[in-house]
């Protein structure tokens, strides 16, 4: 291995271990962040460079490369945003003494508005309760935690039994950057949660001839007596809507962009879905308000007279000019 290859690969597995053990940052982001900078020190090396040599013209020229190989913006915005990390860490570390990504600016994206299901529909299919499958039960319980405290489904599945306070009304759970915050439950939900526990908890874990400890605390089991997956929660989920003819296409962030869109239309204030949704910044938590917002104009353009081309403004339909 060459020293500049050595350099290369000690300066970014210190970057990694500090995302993964310092800032607690999840397996799957420190896996990308690991990928795309990768490619990134061997582009630049390939052209004679080291991540502490190269300048702002060679980030630009990096991310016009990938461009020009038909990356999205999204996945151009993703490798700046790993770039801009990863050479603020060694500007903190002292390994450099200037920040080439200072002038490098992330391509804008599109914000799309997430989609939502419809209140009325939602609420009725929760609490419609004909099916008379042993995991029902488990299921319903899995939808009233996940559209009832907006949970992620990695919050969902790394719930225990001690973490449901049946009689303050709240569930504790563990977000992005192992954040514990606390959350809650409505009365029905807690009823529905308890259900569960009681009856099909038990019946699922007396499945599993030898239940590790884990299994023995963990709140949602599969059929098998073993801790769900968040495949596992795909799958119940698309099961569930079909038999509640909500469609195929409901998934667990649906289920939270519903939640947060449902309190607002109902008047909830943004802060505290901020921190219902363990959003640490409330620009996040603001497209939600677009979502609302979008909703009135459409109520606005349906039902106003004012608001479609053609409407009355000869004042033939005032039945009082005076008022």
């Known amino acids: 291995m060459s020293k500049d290859s050595k350099l290369?690969?000690?300066?970014?597995?210190?970057?990694?271990?500090?995302?993964?053990?310092?800032?607690?940052?999840?397996?799957?982001?420190?896996?990308?962040?690991?990928?795309?900078?990768?490619?990134?020190?061997?582009?630049?090396?390939?052209?004679?460079?080291?991540?502490?040599?190269?300048?702002?013209?060679?980030?630009?020229?990096?991310?016009?490369?990938?461009?020009?190989?038909?990356?999205?913006?999204?996945t151009l915005a993703r490798y700046t945003a790993a770039l801009r990390g990863f050479?603020?860490?060694?500007l903190q570390e002292d390994?450099?003494?200037?920040?080439?990504?200072?002038?490098?600016?992330?391509?804008k994206l599109e914000q799309k508005l997430p989609h939502v299901l419809s209140e009325i529909n939602l609420t009725r299919a929760i609490d419609q309760n004909d099916s008379q499958n042993d995991l029902s039960s488990r299921d319903?319980?899995?939808?009233?935690?996940?559209?009832?405290?907006?949970?992620?489904?990695?919050?969902?599945?790394?719930?225990?039994?001690?973490?449901?306070?049946?009689?303050?009304?709240?569930?504790?759970?563990?977000?992005?950057g192992n954040k514990e915050r606390i959350v809650p439950l409505g009365e029905p939900g807690i009823l529905i949660l308890k259900a569960y526990i009681d009856s099909t908890r038990q019946m699922l874990l007396a499945r599993n001839p030898k239940p590790t400890a884990e299994a023995r605390n963990i709140l949602f089991l599969n059929s098998r007596g073993k801790p769900l997956t968040r495949q596992g929660v795909w799958l119940i989920l698309k099961k569930w809507a079909a038999?509640?003819?909500?469609?195929?296409?409901?998934?667990?962030h649906l289920l939270r962009h519903s939640f947060a869109t449902h309190l607002l239309d109902n008047g909830a204030d943004l802060r505290s879905v901020q921190e219902m949704l363990g959003h640490a910044?409330?620009?996040?938590?603001?497209?939600?308000?677009?979502?609302?917002?979008?909703?009135?104009?459409?109520?606005?353009?349906?039902s106003?007279?004012?608001?479609?081309?053609?409407?009355?403004?000869?004042?033939?339909?005032?039945?009082?000019?005076?008022?």
């Open 281 to 302: 910044d409330i620009s996040t938590t603001q497209i939600y308000t677009h979502l609302t917002k979008k909703r009135l104009l459409d109520v606005f353009r349906k």
């Open 95 to 107: 390994k450099r003494n200037d920040d080439p990504t200072v002038f490098l600016a992330a391509p």
């Open 8 to 74: 290369r690969d000690d300066l970014l597995e210190d970057y990694l271990y500090h995302l993964r053990v310092e800032r607690g940052l999840s397996v799957n982001t420190c896996s990308n962040y690991s990928r795309d900078l990768y490619k990134f020190v061997l582009f630049i090396q390939e052209n004679g460079r080291t991540v502490l040599q190269c300048s702002t013209s060679d980030l630009i020229t990096f991310i016009l490369d990938e461009k020009k190989q038909g990356k999205s913006a999204r």
């Open 87 to 90: 050479y603020g860490y060694l």
């Open 140 to 176: 319903r319980a899995i939808v009233e935690v996940l559209y009832g405290s907006g949970l992620r489904v990695s919050e969902l599945i790394g719930l225990s039994l001690n973490d449901i306070s049946y009689h303050l009304g709240y569930i504790r759970c563990r977000g992005k």
């Open 243 to 252: 038999e509640n003819n909500l469609g195929s296409s409901v998934y667990p």
């Open 304 to 323: 106003h007279p004012r608001a479609k081309k053609g409407g009355n403004t000869d004042g033939s339909g005032d039945t009082d000019r005076n008022g």
